[in-house]
């Protein structure tokens, strides 16, 4: 089991699904944990109070991660409620679907703000706080490397730059011994993609184990990449898919 005893996270997007997942594993493991949240207040809510219900100190911040401001505010909240910052995690995300031909200029530009220049800004904002032992994590899609049907495009583009700041990054704080990496969901049994749905089979079918993965399976390699066990890991994109992309 990691431990991450006296480490602080801030997960962005934590209010649900893999985020609230990863916040409630990271505290599991002993963090202190902020998350990010937009409209769902009261889930944002409940997540703090399993947070606290596992002995560990939580915070929710209303964050638009679209809004560089407030990501910025939300990395300084974080800091000054819960004293430091030791693990941040870029989840928060947009699912845009359609022909690209029919992506107007503000659907472009919001989806870019919240998978690409949040998880910028958010590291940028992180970088000062970040000790010898820091963590950068983002999470994007088994998409951004294998696009299997249409309609995914813009998805599938602003989820793949997540890759390359990550391998930037790793370059840039490496030397101050800051891992970044990225992992890369592919479909998650959560509410918004549900196992059961019409459909499901679909995406069942082209992996390798036959099975959508749980939140839980993703959260536990964020997890590892944040301990002391992960502190060699960097730079890397990391595959969660149950075999979609073999």
Excluded: W
């Amino acid at each position: 089991m990691t431990d991450l005893t006296g480490r602080v996270a801030l997960v962005t997007g934590g209010s649900r699904g893999i985020g609230a997942a990863i916040a409630l594993r990271l505290a599991r493991d002993g963090a202190d944990v902020a998350l990010t949240y937009l409209t769902a207040q009261e889930r944002a809510t409940a997540v703090v109070r399993d947070i606290e219900a596992l002995g560990r100190r939580g915070l929710a911040v209303r964050a638009d991660s679209a809004d560089s401001a407030a990501v910025t505010a939300a990395v300084d909240h974080t800091v000054e409620r819960l004293g430091r910052l030791d693990i941040l995690v870029n989840n928060a995300g947009v699912f845009p679907f359609g022909p690209f031909e029919k992506v107007d200029a503000d659907e472009l530009d919001h989806t870019i703000a919240v998978h690409v220049r949040s998880a910028f800004v958010a590291a940028q904002a992180a970088s000062p706080h970040l000790g010898p032992g820091g963590r950068i994590i983002s999470i994007g899609s088994n998409l951004a490397e294998h696009v299997g049907r249409p309609g995914i495009t813009l998805y599938a583009m602003t989820k793949s730059a997540l890759t390359g700041l990550t391998r930037g990054l790793a370059r840039e704080l490496g030397p101050r011994g800051i891992t970044v990496n990225v992992v890369h969901p592919g479909s998650t049994d959560t509410d918004m993609n549900p196992a059961g749905a019409p459909g499901a089979d679909v995406q069942r079918a082209v992996t390798a184990l036959g099975r959508f993965q749980s939140a839980d399976d993703v959260a536990a390699t964020v997890s590892h990449l944040a301990g002391e066990d992960g502190r060699t890991i960097t730079g890397a994109a990391l595959l969660v898919d149950s075999g979609a992309n073999a």
